[in-house]
């Protein structure tokens, strides 16, 4: 696996209660639904993440508002020059995901700068025990997914958001 990848690949989880020109794949639905697919095929399977083992998982179900989430964040990221889970104005992927509108009682996101794929971004993913965690986490439910992408080479962030939607009366 690339150095470079291994390097900006990070993950978190978390329990809780403007497009720009520059962002060329920012979220086109055959990107997004390609993590997705390859998501869930892991998902399907056993799988060691670390010294942690995952029972084979249900498939994640797409939700419009962790894709807002994602996209939000990566083109804030893209914009801003940054890589990070805190968001420029402080939030975390907890903040985000709820500012989009998905109520829920467990997040998690990763996020990548550099894979020029989705096969490499969700590869490099396995093979991280933090963001292989979340993909397997039978925990989360719904996904969310998001590209964006700027004018020089590398310059790829992808954001992938989890939720686990809060209990009906929670909402």
Known sequence: MPV???????????????????????????????????????????RRCGSERFAPAPALNVSTKLNDAAAGHARDMLKKKYFDHRGSDGSQPKDRVLRAGYKSRLTGENIALGPESPEEVVDGWLDSPGHCANIMDPRFQDIGVAVASGKKRGQIYWVQNFGAPAPAGNH
């Open 4 to 46: 470079r990848l291994i390097a900006a690949l990070t993950a978190v989880a978390f329990t809780s209660a403007a497009c720009t020109t520059d962002a060329v794949a920012a979220s086109r639905p055959d990107t997004r639904a390609r993590v997705v697919e390859l998501v869930n095929i892991a998902r399907s399977h056993a």
